[in-house]
């Protein structure tokens, strides 16, 4: 079983839908998480963080759920710029472990 | 100009050359990282390096060595390529904190390598 799982997608949505992404991790030690976004043949960059108590950047909402080990992405009005794919992140002492990604793409 | 610059952005190469990858991060982090990812399964740790002092192996070292020149660069070697080490390779670059917090990982654009 890999450490962290994602749905590699693709998730294909218009323009205006909401769409969620799923993580999962398999250490229940783990420490922190995160979703990091990757463009096309570009350098991954953070998204956001991640918290327990459920945090909000916009558009973006992002959920933990320690007792069912998953994380969770959720983006409202979707708009063309955020094709790309979306890499959960999880940190376990001093390793950090990174999601295969899920691709979405953004129609107009 | 960017915080955190990779040398060569591409690479071909035949298997059994020796090449190396370099990093350099104006950030004035003490942590940096060498990355690979393939298609399907995600960034994979090679090295990484606390401090100038401090190297450690990732969960794919093999075939791998790094040197840390200064606080500011980084270098991946493969001393023999070959060709399943084709893949698209990142540095990375992190502030430095107490115990396991962890602290924003910043890359820089990628090193595309093929190895024939």
């Known amino acids: 079983r890999k450490e962290v799982e994602q749905d590699p997608g693709p998730f294909n949505v218009p323009e205006g839908a909401t769409v969620a992404f799923n993580c999962t991790y398999s250490?229940?030690?783990?420490?922190?998480f995160f979703w990091y976004r990757q463009d096309c043949r570009k350098e991954p960059k953070l998204l956001m963080s991640?918290?327990?108590s459920g945090n909000e950047d916009g558009r973006f909402t992002a959920q933990l759920n320690r007792a069912s080990q998953y994380i969770s992405l959720l983006i409202r009005d979707s708009k063309l710029s955020d094709s790309a794919t979306y890499l959960c992140?999880?940190?376990?002492?001093?390793?950090?472990?990174f999601g295969a990604g899920t691709r979405l793409f953004v129609k107009a | 100009d960017a915080d955190v610059t990779q040398t060569p952005r591409n690479r071909i190469t035949k298997t059994g050359k020796r090449i190396m990858l370099e990093c350099s991060q104006t950030k004035g982090h003490d942590r940096m990282y060498w990355y690979r990812q393939d298609p399907g399964l995600g960034l994979r740790l090679i090295y990484y390096s606390f401090d100038v002092k401090d190297i450690n192996k990732g969960e794919i070292s093999d075939g791998y060595s790094v040197s840390r020149q200064a606080q500011a660069k980084f270098s991946l070697s493969l001393e023999s390529a070959i060709p399943n080490q084709t893949a698209l390779y990142f540095c990375?670059?992190?502030?430095?904190?107490?115990?396991?917090?962890?602290?924003?990982?910043?890359f820089g654009p990628g090193t595309r390598l093929t190895v024939l």
């Open positions: 990375a670059t992190s502030e430095s904190s107490g115990g396991a917090f962890y602290n924003e990982q910043f």
């Open positions: 992140v999880v940190t376990l002492g001093f390793k950090t472990i």
């Open positions: 991640v918290y327990s």
């Open positions: 250490n229940s030690a783990s420490q922190s």
